[in-house]
């Protein structure tokens, strides 16, 4: 952990400087009810501490709808929440009729392989479709997940993403490193620190520059510089950088 601090240190004086988590495993402990995914106190109140210093802006991307993210956080002042892996970057996703009508053919799909599947959810988002499977008994959860792969390989049509316990079909191509890119733009930003801990955080920490910091929250083949155990050590990490940023920079 002491090259991290090191390197947080060093980043926390950049500006404009984009800090950006991803929710479910990172901000909030991954629970079998999602609904009551409440975020780590210590690490949103570190983000909104973040987002009140000048020159630093924050959002939490995630695989949830934007509308799930404002339930959960409570819409936190100068925090964006960017939901559908960045497909709800921009207000409404838009989709022309062919992707509506690939979504809910998918839909109607993996809905089959939901009910098949006792415990398993199928989750609708406004870009895409998914199916959940953790609280599907263990030792039919590989069967679960191959049932919904089967199902996107007969939609080619649609992006496959496949995360902790989740298979998801989405109808645009946007994905966290898209967002990440989006963000620095319009925010002009001089570095970018990012952490997440699924498989399509991937997108977001494989856009990431030299002096930008990834990290890996948890284990996993990971493209970030920097990994730390489990989401436990998050809010630590978000209050040390929250620190360093606040103090006055040298002119």
């Given at each position: 952990?002491?090259?991290?601090?090191?390197v947080?240190?060093t980043v926390?004086r950049?500006r404009p400087?984009l800090v950006?988590?991803?929710?479910?495993?990172?901000?909030a402990?991954?629970v079998?009810?999602p609904?009551?995914a409440?975020?780590?106190?210590?690490?949103?109140?570190?983000?909104?501490?973040?987002?009140a210093i000048?020159g630093?802006?924050?959002?939490?991307?995630?695989?949830r709808t934007?509308a799930?993210?404002i339930?959960l956080?409570?819409?936190?002042k100068g925090?964006?929440l960017?939901?559908s892996?960045g497909?709800?970057?921009?207000?409404?996703?838009d989709?022309?009729?062919?992707q509506?009508?690939?979504?809910r053919?998918?839909?109607r799909d993996l809905a089959?392989v939901?009910?098949?599947m006792p415990?398993?959810?199928l989750e609708?988002k406004?870009?895409?479709v998914?199916?959940?499977y953790?609280?599907?008994?263990?030792?039919?959860?590989?069967?679960?997940?191959a049932?919904?792969l089967?199902?996107?390989g007969?939609?080619?049509g649609?992006r496959?993403?496949?995360?902790?316990?989740?298979?998801e079909?989405?109808?645009?191509?946007?994905d966290k490193?898209?967002?990440l890119?989006r963000?620095r733009?319009?925010?002009?930003?001089s570095?970018?620190?990012?952490?997440?801990?699924?498989v399509?955080?991937e997108d977001?920490?494989?856009?990431?520059r030299?002096?930008d910091?990834?990290i890996?929250v948890g284990?996993?083949?990971t493209?970030?510089?920097?990994?730390?155990?489990?989401q436990t050590?998050?809010?630590?990490v978000?209050e040390?950088?929250a620190?360093e940023a606040?103090?006055?920079r040298?002119q």
């Amino acid at each position: 952990m002491t090259d991290l601090k090191v390197v947080l240190r060093t980043v926390a004086r950049q500006r404009p400087l984009l800090v950006a988590s991803d929710y479910d495993g990172t901000l909030a402990p991954i629970v079998d009810d999602p609904s009551t995914a409440l975020p780590d106190e210590g690490a949103m109140a570190a983000l909104i501490d973040l987002a009140a210093i000048e020159g630093v802006f924050v959002a939490v991307v995630s695989g949830r709808t934007r509308a799930d993210l404002i339930t959960l956080t409570g819409a936190p002042k100068g925090i964006a929440l960017i939901g559908s892996h960045g497909a709800e970057i921009a207000g409404a996703v838009d989709l022309d009729a062919e992707q509506q009508d690939g979504l809910r053919a998918a839909e109607r799909d993996l809905a089959e392989v939901a009910a098949a599947m006792p415990g398993s959810r199928l989750e609708t988002k406004p870009a895409g479709v998914a199916l959940h499977y953790r609280q599907v008994p263990a030792d039919r959860r590989m069967e679960a997940a191959a049932a919904a792969l089967e199902v996107a390989g007969r939609h080619t049509g649609l992006r496959l993403m496949h995360g902790k316990m989740v298979v998801e079909l989405a109808a645009t191509p946007i994905d966290k490193g898209h967002a990440l890119d989006r963000l620095r733009t319009d925010g002009g930003a001089s570095a970018v620190v990012f952490l997440g801990d699924d498989v399509t955080d991937e997108d977001a920490f494989e856009r990431l520059r030299p002096d930008d910091v990834g990290i890996k929250v948890g284990p996993g083949l990971t493209a970030a510089r920097f990994r730390i155990d489990d989401q436990t050590q998050v809010g630590p990490v978000l209050e040390r950088l929250a620190k360093e940023a606040s103090r006055p920079r040298r002119q």
